[in-house]
């Protein structure tokens, strides 16, 4: 029994995985596999990372490699991963009454362990899907129509979802961006290649036909603008 506990914490890590978990990028998952020091045993540990809440540890687990085998993750730099399961799990000590799995209290440790045992841990590392998107459409405003959607997306540019895009369109935009009417114009073509980029999900292209009729509605109606928007507004021009 005590070779085997000291042997749990001498593991090598052999590789790391990102992605989606489901179809619209709700959860990520942020895998790091293992081996112990005999060479034995090779596991993976998998966290679960919600988006809609912040990006927060929401489920954990171990399983076997194979466990890779349908999941359509990307390799991705261990110490990137690593880090994002520790920035997820710290995300959660600081808010209060999350759902997460009832297995995720038991792994944690074990998980934060894991992540901080694997070399060159980077902490707050970003997600680099914008910068690998090279398909704005060449229109009129559309690079200004994309400065302002990964403004949206942020840090969370794998969740894409009907609900996401319904708030980008009919909220976001109107209440936070200052838009030229060329980038309001390109913005329905902008906002569809990304979601073709992001997976070609049916239900968000409906949305965005749904949504985007509205927008120039949406934006020239001052009473939905926020106060920041406001203010911006109304600076002098060379203060802008």
């Known amino acids: ?130 910068t690998e998107f090279e398909d704005v459409p060449d229109l009129p405003g559309a690079r200004e129509a994309f400065g302002k959607l990964a403004e949206f997306v942020g840090n969370r540019p794998l969740w894409w979802s009907p609900g996401r895009v319904r708030q980008f369109l009919t909220s976001w935009l109107p209440r936070e961006a200052i838009l030229s009417e060329e980038a309001i114009a390109a913005m329905p073509e902008v906002v569809r290649a990304w979601s073709r980029y992001r997976g070609d999900q049916p239900a968000v292209l409906r949305q965005i036909d749904e949504d985007a009729p509205r927008l120039p509605a949406l934006m020239a109606d001052d009473s939905l603008a926020g106060l920041g928007k406001r203010l911006a507004r109304n600076l002098p021009a060379d203060n802008a």
Not at 55 to 66: H, I, N, R
Not at 101 to 115: F, G
Request: aromatic share 6%.
């Open 1 to 130: 029994m005590l070779g085997w506990m000291r042997r749990m914490g001498r593991v090598a890590c052999e590789g790391a995985w990102y992605g989606k978990a489901d179809p619209y990028g709700e959860q990520v998952l942020a895998v790091l596999a293992f081996r112990y020091e005999n060479g034995k045993e090779p596991h993976i540990l998998v966290t679960g990372i919600d988006q809609p809440q912040g990006g927060l540890a929401v489920d954990g687990l171990v399983e076997e490699l194979k466990f890779l085998d349908d999941l359509g993750l990307r390799e991705a730099e261990p110490g990137v991963v690593a880090g994002r399961i520790l920035d997820a799990f710290e995300l959660g000590e600081t808010v209060m009454g999350a759902a997460v799995a009832e297995t995720l209290p038991a792994i944690r440790p074990l998980a934060v362990a894991r992540a901080r045992s694997v070399p060159g841990l980077v902490r707050g590392a970003p997600d680099e899907t914008l």
